[in-house]
């Protein structure tokens, strides 16, 4: 699964909370008037700092495992918080992700269940999960597939991007889109250009219309829906109320697809 650069700055946001939670946790467990549930004693409150220090260093030197447990604890309590925020972006932005004007749709257009797909034709695991996605497409006549333009690995991801919202013009926005996911090698610019040729697309009329400016507001809307639902890499996928990141294979979409819609048929 490839990555947007602001989640390396994740350890940062962790490490404030963590020092104050080892401090206090140190507190508690060399002061003994808050194990007994009393009030730290005039002794203790007014220890010198550099004695607290030294304690709270031959504590934690001695059990440095409260380091790692602290550590996975606020992790946990984190992706809990994301997860959440992701379900109640998934709620308020449902519309705009399923039903934006300038979303290609396939499959089925009418079908009674979505599969929201965010990729980067760069991505190799958003290759190697296309023909899960044609297999899902081919075996549901009732499955709906709304494709999210995700460029995030490059200049050459965005022109690839802004070519396949342009090939809707031309109405092979399918037909290119498989093409581009089966291709091998970088998707640059000379690789757009023979993959647009070969499925009959007017080259000239292609680059004309990428110039349109929905285009670039396409893709800055669907950068903006990905991370409100916290995907933060390719591929990533919608089903239902559910948001998956990372490849899936087959047998999970099935799965997600069917739990969907039963949910709509309650």
């Given amino acids: 699964m490839h990555h947007l650069n602001f989640t390396s700055r994740r350890l940062g946001f962790l490490l404030l909370p963590l020092l104050l939670i080892i401090a206090a946790g140190a507190w508690y467990l060399l002061d003994p008037g808050f194990r007994a549930g009393r009030q730290p004693t005039t002794a203790s409150a007014n220890l010198p700092q550099d004695t607290f220090e030294r304690r709270v260093r031959d504590y934690l030197v001695a059990s440095p495992e409260v380091i790692v447990e602290a550590m996975q604890n606020l992790e946990r309590k984190q992706r809990e918080a994301e997860q959440t925020e992701a379900q109640a972006a998934l709620t308020a932005h449902r519309d705009e992700l399923l039903n934006s004007p300038e979303s290609p749709v396939g499959g089925n257009p009418q079908g009674d269940v979505t599969l929201v797909e965010f990729f980067d034709y760069n991505c190799p695991y958003c290759r190697q999960v296309a023909p899960s996605m044609v297999a899902a497409e081919d075996g549901d006549p009732q499955l709906r597939i709304v494709y999210k333009e995700f460029p995030i690995l490059g200049p050459n991801s965005v022109f690839a991007a802004r070519a396949a ?55 800055e809307l669907n950068l903006a829906l990905a991370r409100a639902l916290r995907i933060n890499g390719t591929p990533g996928f919608v089903i239902g109320d559910e948001i998956l990141r990372g490849a899936t294979d087959l047998q999970t979409m099935h799965r997600l697809i069917d739990q969907a819609r039963k949910d709509q048929n309650r």
């Fill in 165 to 219: 919202l342009a090939a809707r013009n031309q109405n092979l926005y399918p037909q290119f889109h498989k093409a581009m996911m089966q291709a091998s090698g970088s998707a640059d610019e000379a690789q757009v250009v023979a993959v647009a040729e070969e499925i009959g697309l007017d080259v000239d009329q292609l680059r004309t219309d990428m110039q349109d400016p929905t285009i670039d507001a396409e893709i």
